[in-house]
């Protein structure tokens, strides 16, 4: 009996052991993942493998004086000293870096490619979306149509119908896109975390402050991520869905030769026929593409509306006092935004990289009379 009770105060020792050893290791894990460090991220990649962010810091939530929009708002100071601002960006920019030191793969929400090494494989899928994205995507073009701009200005010269209804969104599922677009959006988020937060637009831009989480939660506000319209003609889709979004297929705009976006879908309308077939569609179900797209604009120019940057062919360099587009300075802004003045009907953004857009959902719709 003596023995045999000794043995087995030696196995209940055992098994405390290893429940005290394993409540700290899972301590230590579930820490490091919210510390946002790189090797944690890389072995648990959840967050990132789809490049989405939507993460909540355990036992310090975003401030509600903080808007995501404009990370340096200010709010009052702790007893220390330090700012719940400042936590929440410092905790915010390690996040950063974990985004930008993650593994790219394919999201989680694909139906094709999942995991996989992207670069290796050529071509598309268009997939259907669930219910929910096609709410969202609807959201988007219904709350940022406006009648009240439909046929004015050159661009929409013979446009006379009041409205647009979406009959079909799919999902582009292009690996080698999706690539290009991730890397360079790490290259950013590293940006973000060394050099701060990119500020977005005021008044901020019309697609990201409409209630839509499914699609906001795929978005990293702080490098100026957002959804953007893309309207285009019936022979250019099938271009923009194998290769994408190319600078070197557009005319000269009041931007140079960039890809240019809008935040209203009445702006992208205007791009989706030639002036010249207006009027003899009334009537007809006749359907128009757009695209919703995944653009990172980084570091915002404010571009003159008066016809001066029309020469354009890469942001202006951020050097006080140079804002030349053909100088030697290394320093850059990302994109330009144009259309700010007052007499102006919209505004629109730029971008001279392809790089920094990815062609998320093309959306087929009509015109209503």
Known sequence: MPSTWFDLTEVWTF???????????????????????????????????????????????????????????????????????????????????????????????????????????????????????????????????????????????KLRHRKI???????????????????????????????????????PIATSVLNVPVLNKLLVPEINEHFLFHGTKPERVDAILNTGLDFRMSGQGMFGRGIYFAENSTKADQYTDWIWQRGKEEGKHDTKTMFLVRATLGRLFVGPDDGTARSFTRPPCTVQGCTRFDCNHVERFDAVIGGTSKHKMFREYVIYDRSQAYPEYVITYSRIY
């Not at 200010?74 to 593994?103: M, Y």
């Not at 609807?138 to 661009?155: C, P, Q």
């Not at 690539?179 to 060394?194: G, I, L, P, S």
Request: net charge positive; hydrophobic share 35%.
């Open 15 to 157: 098994v405390w052991l290893c429940c005290f050893l394993a409540v700290i290791f899972v301590t230590t894990v579930k820490s490091c993942r919210t510390s946002g460090l790189p090797w944690m991220h890389r072995i648990y990649g959840d967050e990132n493998e789809d490049l989405c962010h939507d993460v909540q810091f355990e036992g310090t939530h975003e401030p509600k004086e903080i808007s995501p929009w404009s990370p340096r708002a200010l709010v009052s100071p702790l007893a220390d000293g330090v700012s719940t601002t400042e936590v929440w960006i410092k905790r915010r920019s390690s996040e950063l870096r974990g985004i930008a030191g993650s593994t790219i793969r394919a999201p989680k929400y694909w139906k094709h490619y999942r995991g996989t090494h992207l670069p290796q494989y050529k071509g598309f899928h268009l997939a259907q979306v669930t219910p929910e994205v096609t709410k969202a995507v609807k959201t988007l073009v219904e709350n940022t149509w406006r009648e009240d701009a439909v046929g004015v200005g050159i661009d929409a010269e």
């Open 165 to 203: 209804v979406v009959h079909n969104v799919k999902r582009i599922e292009n690996p080698r896109l999706f690539n290009r677009y991730a890397t360079k959006r790490q290259m950013f988020c590293y940006d973000a975390a060394d050099e701060g937060f990119f500020r977005s637009p005021d008044p």
